[in-house]
């Protein structure tokens, strides 16, 4: 299986998008997306940190002290709504832009331009 | 406990550092721990399975640093996004509020705009003519230094000398108290053009001057110490002058310009900002050097003391060096030193300082205004604020709230009074008189800024801090229950302290006011003793050297004097060497023959004014005794007093026939009394009757300053008189000046002063209107319920208005009472400024309580006739 490697700025999105359903610790978002990927994001553990962090400060996200199942204190992330908001756009943008990629990439060679009678 | 302070926010910060730290080590923690049992879930061993995750982890110490400093980041940002987040709040809601109450706010900032636009326009004047009126380096330690007679100044007037060359070359060798002595002099030339001659005002300094004040040639250099002493003759030119006269042409230096009888080459140019340290001092053309090796001719002489240096020593110093170099040439030391800050000999200092203190008056009763309409507020919005309280707004979050909105109001009004006060400085400025070149010079500068600033800053806290107090007096549960139901008495009090205060400074301007309005009406009415209508005075002035001697120049002015005489209009003429705006003097002892002669080691200035005949009927100055010289020739030794030296001397005794004379060596012919004349205040109205002797003595053409010219009506002499003169003398230019211009420039002064304290009184005077409106009309609004209650039980209407109108009345004559008496001690101040008019004169105050009492009165208009509307039924049922 080959290790995709994180495009930039996707991350914080797909950090958005863990956090959308329930405030999750750091190791719960990176086994989610372990879990969400099938495995198969390269990713270093030390940078979802820094993605939280960069969220937190942007104001997308809000942290707060918690206790985890097995009582041990943990730093909990919680979405807000502006976190929401730019999930919404940001979605909305990834799925339009790989969309228009996608189309063009797999396109019949006959609707290139410049080739086709058109 | 400042210190204290710093510590604790240091250890504030270092703890929270502290806790990023330990916060992102025990996340790291964490994470690890939870990938290891995750990994031995999958079957790892425990060491490899750490291993493992600190490998998925990435480089721990550079991963763990990075997540540090992104959280230190993260929690500063955070902070100021906070901050940043409640201003914009704080602002947002108090505009909001602010704009509620429209009147309220446009009242506040135009009652602070007003008072910090006098203050600023006034002390703009105060700080950049008499307390920075010099631009050189380390101004504050910059001091003139001039001297004065030691003792017998008879004449009446303020005598200053400038040392000599000999002293000052002592001073700038031996005086260890200052680090620099500088000379410089003043002379008025002629600069040659290629058609004609143009006055030219000329500085002459020594080599280190320029340096001293701090300024570089703009092109070339400064004279050197030798050049001077080999007496080259070169000169700097003044930038304004190379761009008006030369075009600016970059390659002056070595050109050569005549001034007066000689020739200078240029050698350089000095900045146009250069300016001599005399305030009021016109702009210099061109720059000389002074040659201090001339004994005779003296210099004026500024310095800079050293640090730490007091005056008292500074002074004894130059005293003693003095002392020796007047013994090594044989002198008599009869002159002290003294050391001035160059805005000492400011001639209106005195009016500027009046008029300061009448804007620190104006400005407290804007503050005063400002309080009421704080504690005016605060009582309006309790219910607000309490609300805000129940609601769970923190105190200090209240507090902030209020304190933001006082900071809003305050600069509004700090910012619009410094334009404001620009405005009007520079109006100020434009209705000055000419007389007062010094003024020129006042612009709103850093001083001036930073005092408003801080006005505004300890008048925003101030009153923020009065307002949370005020409203927060009260417990939260009181205030929400009602109104109108709650005892305002102790409030209302501090409002009525604030008014009265108001009131009493107010009184205080009014009585000034008064004082120098009636002071200036005695001016212009004052009898001056001779006739300045219709009198001119003509001086010729012709290059140096132009004249071959006094003879030369004594039959140009017979000629022109003669061929004055037909000129149509001009019904007299007469030469004198004092005309007036002018005093010349002879030094020596005045001694009366008969009576014990003066010590021979005293020394007067005495004023004489060698005049020929025809002189008192010029002036139209009335002869009291006696009449003019009989013999006109200097072996007739005939000489005519002042009126008022003649009544001290000779009391209940005619003088005619008496002799006297100035002794110098004692061997000078004694003068025979003729005759006396009446007293004539040719530079202005006096207020002291003189006592100081004036000898009129005959005179030889040669020694006459100028003709003076009486004419018919009041033409216009420059033309024709010019004419003339070129007539005569191609050489010559002449001035000619309306001595009736002179006296009114005399008075123009004190009747500037009075305008603008009259302007400032009625400042004061409306704002303490608008103060006591205020209170009056809260009392009768806090009132409505009981006026209500009080009509309907069959009050009349004359009942209700008396009411209001004695309360108000009654703060007005609290408040003039004080101030009537601070102004009593406090009129000290323009004491010298008063002409006629006793410090105690009982009309300024009585004035001052009428006009007090009627703007009281117009101030109780508004609130009687709204208590007189107040409608029984609304008000009894409005709660």
Known sequence: MTRLPLLKGTLDLLVLRALSWTPMHGFEIVSWLERAGGGSLELEDSALYQAVYRLEERGLLQAEWGVTENNRRARYYKITAAGRSHLRAETKNWVEYAGTVTDILTAAKSSLPGTGAS | ?879
């Not at chain 2, 706010?105 to 008499?130: D, K, M, R, Y």
């Not at chain 2, 600069?191 to 002459?204: E, F, I, Y």
């Not at chain 2, 001092?281 to 800079?304: I, K, Q």
């Not at chain 2, 006082?406 to 100020?428: D, P, Q």
């Open chain 2, 1 to 879: 406990m400042i210190r204290a302070g710093i510590r604790r926010a240091l250890s504030l910060a270092l703890r929270r550092r502290d806790r990023w730290e330990n916060e992102v080590e025990e996340e790291i923690k964490l994470h690890l721990t939870l990938r290891a049992a995750q990994l031995m879930d999958e079957g790892r061993n425990p060491d490899d399975a750490y291993a493992e995750a600190v490998r998925r982890f990435g480089a721990l110490t550079e991963s763990r640093a990075r997540l540090i400093e992104a959280a230190r980041h993260r929690e500063a940002r955070m902070q100021r996004t906070e901050y940043l987040g409640d201003l914009r709040q704080d602002i947002t809601f108090a505009l909001r509020t602010l704009r509620r109450d429209k009147s309220w706010t446009a009242v506040t900032i135009l009652t602070l705009t007003l008072g910090i636009a006098a203050a600023t326009a006034v002390f703009s004047a105060v700080s950049s003519v008499l307390l920075h009126p010099v631009t050189y380096p380390a101004a504050d330690r910059v001091v003139m230094v001039y001297q004065q007679p030691a003792k017998g100044n008879n004449t009446g007037i303020n005598v200053t000398i400038s040392p000599s060359a000999a002293v000052i070359r002592a001073w700038k060798t031996d005086a260890h108290a200052f680090e620099a002595v500088e000379g410089f002099a003043q002379s008025d030339l002629k600069l040659r053009t290629t058609t004609d001659w143009v006055d030219v005002h000329a500085a002459r300094i020594g080599p280190d001057f320029a340096s001293f004040a701090g300024a570089r040639p703009v092109i070339g250099r400064v004279f050197t110490a030798a050049e001077i002493t080999t007496n080259r003759r070169e000169a700097l030119l003044a930038e304004g002058l190379w761009r008006s006269r030369f075009g600016a042409d970059p390659g002056i230096v070595g050109r050569a310009i005549t001034l007066d009888d000689s020739t200078y080459s240029i050698i350089g140019i000095l900045p146009a900002d250069l300016r001599l340290p005399r305030v009021g001092a016109s702009t210099t053309d061109v720059w000389l050097p002074l040659d201090l090796r001339n004994d005779r001719a003296g210099a004026s002489v500024v310095a800079r003391v050293r640090p730490g240096m007091d005056a008292t020593r500074a002074t004894a110093e130059l005293d003693s060096i003095f002392a020796r170099v007047s013994a090594e040439h044989g002198e008599r030391a009869d002159f002290r030193a003294v050391v001035a800050p160059p805005g000492r000999q400011v001639s209106f200092r005195d009016s500027l300082m009046l008029l300061g203190y009448a804007v620190a008056l104006v400005l407290l009763v804007a503050c005063a205004n400002v309080a009421h309409l704080m504690l005016a507020r605060s009582d309006s919005r309790r219910r607000e604020l309490a609300i805000r309280t129940a609601l769970g707004a923190g105190r200090s979050r209240v507090f902030r709230q209020l304190l933001t909105e006082s900071v809003m109001v305050a600069f509004a009004g700090g910012a619009l009074g410094v334009f404001a006060g620009w405005l009007g400085l520079r109006a100020i400025l434009a209705a000055s008189p000419s007389s007062l070149p010094a003024l020129t010079l006042a612009h709103v500068d850093y001083t001036t800024l930073g005092a408003a600033l801080a006005v505004t800053i300890v008048t925003s806290i101030a009153f923020g801090v009065l307002g949370a107090i005020h409203a927060g007096r009260e417990s939260t549960n009181e205030a929400l229950k009602s109104s109108t139901q709650r005892s305002t008495t102790g409030r209302g009090r501090v409002r009525q302290v604030l008014v009265v205060t108001e009131m009493a400074l107010s009184a205080t301007l009014v009585v000034g006011a008064s004082m120098l309005v009636r002071s200036v009406a005695n001016l212009q009415r004052a009898n001056l003793g001779f006739e300045p209508s219709g009198l001119y005075t003509v001086r010729t002035s012709v290059p140096r050297g132009h004249f071959a001697n006094n003879a030369e120049r004594g039959a140009f002015l017979r000629a022109l004097e003669t061929r004055l005489a037909s000129v149509p209009g001009v019904t007299s003429v007469t030469m004198a060497s004092a005309p007036p705006g002018w005093w010349t003097f002879s030094v020596g002892r005045l001694e009366i023959e008969g009576r014990p002669a003066p010590p021979p080691t005293s020394t007067e200035f005495i004023r004489v004014n060698r005049i020929q005949h025809g002189y008192f009927g010029v002036m139209r100055q009335g002869l009291v005794a006696g009449r003019e010289f009989t013999d006109t020739a200097d072996a007739a030794h005939q000489v005519i007093v002042n009126a008022g030296f003649a009544k001290k001397q000779w009391p209940g005794e005619s003088p005619i026939g008496k002799r006297l004379r100035v002794a110098q060596q004692g061997t000078e012919p004694w003068l025979t009394i003729v005759g006396v004349a009446a007293e004539a205040a040719t530079g202005g109205p006096v207020s002291e009757e003189v006592t100081a002797p004036l000898l009129y003595t005959p005179a030889a053409d040669s020694s006459a300053a100028a003709l003076l010219v009486r004419t018919a009506r009041t033409a216009d002499l420059l033309q024709p008189v010019q004419a003339l003169a070129h007539a005569v003398d191609q050489g010559v230019t002449v001035k000619v000046l309306s001595v009736e211009t002179g006296i009114a420039d005399a008075i123009a002064e004190p009747r500037f002063v009075t305008l603008l304290l009259t302007l400032f009184t009625v400042l004061g005077l409306s704002l303490a209107a608008i103060g006591l409106y205020g209170v009056l009309g809260y009392a009768v609004a806090q009132r409505t319920r009981e006026i209500g209650i009080r009509v309907a039980l069959g009050a009349t209407r004359t009942r209700i208005a008396r009411g209001v109108i004695i309360g108000g009345v009654a703060l007005a004559v609290g408040g003039a009472a004080i101030g009537l008496a601070i102004a009593r001690w406090g009129t000290k101040v323009i004491e010298s400024q008063l002409f006629g008019v006793a410090r105690s004169d009982s009309a300024s105050f009585v004035a001052a309580a009428i006009v007090l009492l009627a703007t009281a009165l117009i101030a109780c208009i508004v609130p009687t006739r709204r208590a007189l509307a107040v409608d029984p039924m609304t008000a009894i049922r409005n709660d």
